[in-house]
């Protein structure tokens, strides 16, 4: 069974940065493909940033691209998204994702909620 513990996300103002982190445990973090996803109160969860099992190719949701950055350190089973420039519009919970390719997710975070103020 593969698990998925978001930690990092907070309050902040617009404009600032938070770093989401996820730590994976119960299989092998290298074969997986890895994902965030954000969800916002009243809307449909959207993924906001994708990356594949070596970390050599990543896909970004438009509103985020150039703000946010997906990374991972495979030595030490986690998963990063680094997010600058946030808006109010960014407030969501965040969810870490898990799967055998960039767009097939089997497992699921809890989620960390991002709130940004204006």
């Known amino acids: 069974q593969v698990q998925l513990v978001e930690s990092g996300g907070g309050l902040v103002q617009a404009g600032g940065s938070l770093r989401l982190s996820c730590a994976v445990s119960?299989?092998?973090?290298?074969?997986?493909?890895m994902g965030w996803s954000r969800q916002a109160p009243g809307k449909e969860r959207e993924f906001v940033a994708r990356?594949?099992?070596?970390?050599?190719?990543?896909v970004y949701l438009d509103s985020v691209q150039g703000r946010f950055t997906i990374s991972r350190d495979n030595a030490k089973n986690t998963v990063y998204l680094q997010m600058n420039s946030l808006k109010p519009e960014d407030s969501a919970v965040y969810y870490c994702?898990?799967?055998?390719?960039?767009?097939?997710?089997?497992?699921w975070g809890r989620g960390t909620q991002v709130t940004v103020s204006s």
């Open positions: 994702a898990a799967g055998v390719n960039v767009f097939s997710y089997n497992y």
């Open positions: 990356i594949t099992q070596s970390g050599g190719s990543t």
């Open positions: 119960g299989r092998s973090f290298s074969i997986l493909a």
